[in-house]
């Protein structure tokens, strides 16, 4: 017969398995660039700058603590979260590593050296101007990202296509860009490339991970 103790012992093992499978930090940010929806694993290598070969490891350890998903189609191997719940505990994790962590909260400022360049509106505030059409939001990520999921309202224009469509965004108009969330440096760029061609632009620190974390909805 099975001892209490060892049942207890069984549970909480058996929650290790996800806290071991999140140990990584280059498994960390998979997770976070499958929060942005379905990749092929050349992708997520490519993202990450790491090997193909490491790449798999990485996700075979995700995968075995149930944290992702994998299809095939033909030769090509995609991976996605397996639900919402995954993308939640990403956000909460680090949300609690940023409210704990001094080392954290410093590397942060390297990416927030101007705070000006952060959005002042956020959630509902940010929507209602979006759709009454007192501010253009733009989705700088890849478009395939944009197309699996992004904020209301907003347009694709991927950073790499930014500069030569400026042209896309009304004058009279500021403008909020957003990527991958807020360790991504997209937006950040996407804000001073802005800048420097005389557009009023500020960056949300939000991505649809953390949107949707919110309780707020997104668009496909």
């Known amino acids: 017969m099975t001892s209490a103790r060892e ?4 549970l909480y093992q058996q929650v290790a398995r996800v806290g071991k499978a999140l140990s990584s930090p280059k498994r960390l940010e998979l997770v976070e660039l499958l929060c942005q929806g379905e990749m092929h694993v050349e992708q997520l290598a490519t993202e990450a700058g790491i090997s193909l070969k490491l790449a798999s490891a990485h996700l075979k350890e995700l995968r075995l603590a149930q944290l992702v998903a994998l299809r095939r189609d033909g030769r090509r191997v995609f991976y996605s979260l397996v639900d919402d719940q995954v993308a939640d505990l990403w956000v909460a994790l680090r949300a609690c590593a940023e409210n704990r962590l001094l080392e954290l909260r410093s590397a942060l400022g390297e990416v927030v050296s101007h705070p000006h360049e952060l959005s002042p509106l956020n959630g509902k505030s940010l929507l209602n101007q979006a759709r009454r059409g007192e501010l253009t939001v733009i989705d700088v990520r890849p478009a395939n990202e944009y197309a699996q999921a992004h904020l209301p309202y907003a347009r694709s ?7 030569q469509r400026l042209d896309e965004l009304p004058p009279d108009r500021p403008v909020v860009a957003y990527c991958r969330g807020p360790f991504c440096l997209l937006a950040k760029d996407a804000v001073t490339l802005l ?12 991505g649809v991970a953390e949107w949707r974390a919110r309780g707020l909805p997104l668009a496909q």
Request: net charge negative; no cysteine.
């Open 157 to 163: 224009m991927p950073l790499a296509e930014l500069k």
């Open 195 to 206: 800048a420097q061609a005389g557009v009023n632009a500020t960056r949300l620190e939000d």
């Open 7 to 10: 049942i207890k012992d069984t």
